[in-house]
């Protein structure tokens, strides 16, 4: 099946400082990845769509020059959180279509295969 | 936009079944998805529905009636493992929407 790679996994910064996060689709190429933000048992929130080779559509209330998102490749997409707030404290998720899954196993090629996940905690 | 309403918690007895609803209301339907998601990791794929019916695969099973705007998730023969948060995804056109979460505790 698909695999989502986040990495890091956890990362810690200071405030004020800047974080990337990277994530890749191992094994199917990705035209759209997804990354979404969620806080303790709250539920996903998607923050933006990344397009590669274009820019990324952003959702409403997101910064787009505090979230900064760059999808230069098909299997390549990462988020950077520049200066970064305790408020920024959170976990972030991406995820990434396969669409060579269409009618695979009865799954549509909507599927989203999500990445571990990367926890972020700014102190 | 979307709603997608799903209830907070829901505690069951191992061995028994339960029942997740989710209601959604959306403009383009195009499938509604249910991910499981234990805490502090990733949602992982369960269900996805697109057509009116019941999907069975295994101890999960998920019901979808467009015109009602309304799907469920039915699990059996629950097993502790179980205990997770149970989402409810909608698509539109343009992307996909996460309820809140349904959180699962099952006790022995």
């Known amino acids: 099946g698909a695999v989502v790679s986040q990495h890091p996994s956890r990362v810690i910064c200071k405030s004020g400082t800047s974080v990337k996060i990277e994530c890749r689709s191992l094994?199917?190429?990705?035209?759209?990845m997804f990354w979404y933000r969620q806080f303790p048992k709250q539920s996903l929130m998607l923050m933006a769509t990344?397009?590669?080779?274009?820019?990324?559509?952003?959702e409403q209330g997101v910064e787009k020059d505090k979230f900064l998102i760059n999808h230069a490749s098909l299997t390549l997409s990462t988020l950077t959180v520049t200066s970064a707030h305790p408020e920024d404290s959170s976990f972030y998720i991406c995820?990434?279509?396969?669409?060579?899954?269409?009618?695979?196993?009865?799954?549509?090629?909507?599927?989203?295969?999500f990445g571990p996940g990367t926890r972020l905690t700014v102190t | 936009g979307q709603n997608i309403d799903q209830p907070t918690e829901m505690t069951a007895t191992e061995g028994a079944i339960v029942q997740i609803n989710c209601t959604y209301q959306?403009?383009?339907?195009?499938?509604l998805f249910w991910y499981q998601q234990h805490a502090g990791e990733a949602p992982t794929f369960l269900s996805y529905?697109?057509?009116?019916g019941l999907e069975e695969k295994g101890r999960f099973s998920s019901f979808l009636s467009r015109s009602k705007g309304y799907s469920y998730l039915l699990l059996k023969e629950l097993q502790m493992k179980d205990s997770a948060s149970y989402l409810c995804?909608?698509?539109?056109?343009?992307?996909?929407?996460f309820g809140a979460g349904t959180r699962l505790t099952v006790k022995p």
């Open positions: 995820s990434a279509r396969d669409p060579g899954q269409s009618g695979l196993a009865g799954k549509s090629s909507y599927e989203q295969y």
């Open positions: 959306t403009s383009g339907f195009n499938g």
């Open positions: 094994d199917f190429q990705a035209t759209t």
């Open positions: 990344s397009n590669e080779g274009s820019k990324a559509t952003y």
């Open positions: 529905n697109v057509l009116d």
């Open positions: 995804a909608v698509r539109d056109r343009r992307d996909m929407r």
